[in-house]
């Protein structure tokens, strides 16, 4: 089976572009805010990078430090230890600073994700479906309509669907005229079904009983 994505009505196929490019507008939209999302959580993430490797220099500088006083004789431990404590404390922040950097950026992309995949599947959900069912039903209406028989049943289709006022406006008695297989009636019917489905109906063409006794009156 063959998919028609777009309408033969030309309206109602701009209709259609139009509705598809929104969609698409859409989806970029939030998929490139996602992506600033992702790079913004990544950013307050470095923050705890750059401390914990402006802690981690001054650690290293408070362990030299300790290292120097260390080596002065008879006093060195106790000139020592302020600057061991120190680097300790700088070790605690460096530690944090570096946690605070892999919990934010873990929660970056998983976020992001969130962020864009909430709007784009509330639509897409909705859209994608819609348009899958009128491109089969398109190409299923097209290829009926060009197998032998196929006029009457689309024919048979409009009379069990289609509104009473619309099969009036074609024949006051349409059901007997589909069952005398009246071919003007027919191909008006199916071509209603036709159009429905967005399928360019085939011309109606006037039975030629019907243009012979036209003539003799």
């Known amino acids: 089976m063959t998919l028609r994505p777009y309408s033969a009505s030309p309206l109602r196929a701009l209709l259609q572009v139009g509705a598809d490019l929104a969609v698409v507008v859409w989806c970029w939209f939030w998929v490139t805010f996602a992506m600033a999302v992702d790079d913004a959580v990544r950013s307050v993430g470095d923050v705890g990078y750059r401390v914990q490797g402006g802690a981690a220099g001054i650690k290293d500088g408070l362990d030299g430090a300790a290292d120097q006083a260390g080596q002065v004789p008879l006093v060195g431990d106790t000139f020592g230890k302020p600057f061991t404590a120190a680097g300790g404390a700088a070790q605690t922040i460096a530690d944090a600073g570096r946690d605070l950097g892999d919990r934010v950026t873990g929660l970056a ?5 969130v962020v864009a995949l909430a709007p784009v599947l ?37 009379l069990a669907t289609r509104p009473v006022h619309d099969i009036a406006r074609i024949s006051p008695d349409a059901v007997d005229a589909w069952r005398r297989d009246d071919a003007d009636v027919v191909a008006r019917l199916a071509a209603l079904e036709q159009r429905r489905a967005g399928v360019r109906p085939r011309p109606v063409r006037t039975a030629p009983a019907a243009l012979g006794e036209a003539g003799g009156a």
Request: hydrophobic letters at 60%.
């Open 109 to 113: 992309l998983p976020l992001a994700l």
């Open 122 to 158: 509330s639509v897409v959900l909705l859209w994608l479906p819609a348009r899958y069912r009128f491109a089969r039903r398109a190409g299923e209406t097209a290829a009926l309509a060009a197998l032998p028989g196929g006029q009457s049943l689309l024919a048979l289709r409009a």
